[in-house]
């Protein structure tokens, strides 16, 4: 069984367009993340959701737009792709509390052109 | 804020030789210590951890990594690497204070291992 899984793993579209990445967990968990992983592996968080809410929220351009339907579930939109956008974005889930370990998911790479 | 350095971007080094990836942070409290580990087309994985009591921590692999609070480091070592250990490794550290804390990772450490 795949604890953190995403869709799509690859993802190859034009500038201005509109796409979603989804992700689920089978984990139980009550809190989500959205990463960012850059050409160079950099690694930055984007989002954050506890129990459906919000909780952390980086400086993310608007047009990246995070939804949670429940615990186990947490979407990427993202509006007006732009060339810099491209990366591999990750979602990971963790049960808040010791010890914090986040698990993560496959990653979806994003190819903007 | 905190931050955390991985000053070596890529370390070779030849199969059974030791290997050491250093981290250093930077937090004005005190924090949790993470090593993950990301091979080749996949997500991060958890390799070991610092949470508190002994300052040396293991990995069921090999790796252990531990804790000098006055230098603040947590560097990584394994005695002798495999293959199998190229990948790329990530310090990240979490700030013990009440709330949620996001977890913040430095720039990675590429572990080249060659036969």
């Known amino acids: 069984d795949t604890a953190v899984s995403q869709t799509p793993k690859y993802l190859v579209t034009q500038m201005g367009n509109d796409k979603s990445i989804k992700c689920e967990q089978n984990l139980g968990h009550d809190t989500m993340y959205w990463y960012k992983q850059d050409s160079k592996k950099f690694l930055k968080i984007m989002f954050s959701y506890n129990n459906k809410e919000l909780i952390i929220n980086e400086t993310v351009p608007n047009r990246f737009s995070p939804k949670s339907p429940d615990k186990a579930h947490l979407n990427l939109h993202i509006n007006s792709l732009e060339l810099g956008d491209s990366a591999v974005y990750f979602c990971a889930s963790s049960q808040e509390g010791l010890p914090y370990e986040q698990y993560f998911g496959p990653g979806t790479r994003l190819t903007v052109t | 804020a905190q931050s955390v350095t991985q000053l070596d971007s890529q370390v070779p080094v030849f199969e059974e030789a030791p290997v050491e990836l250093r981290c250093n942070y930077s937090s004005s409290v005190s924090v949790y210590l993470f090593w993950y580990v990301q091979y080749p087309n996949q997500g991060l994985q958890l390799l070991l951890k610092?949470?508190?009591?002994?300052?040396l921590v293991e990995s069921i692999n090999g790796f252990e990594a531990e804790f000098n609070k006055s230098q603040t480091s947590f560097h990584l070592r394994k005695p002798s690497v495999h293959i199998s250990d190229t990948a790329e490794y990530f310090c990240a550290v979490r700030e013990k204070n009440t709330g949620f804390q996001k977890l913040v990772f430095g720039t990675g450490t590429r572990l080249l291992v060659s036969p």
């Open positions: 610092y949470l508190s009591g002994s300052t």
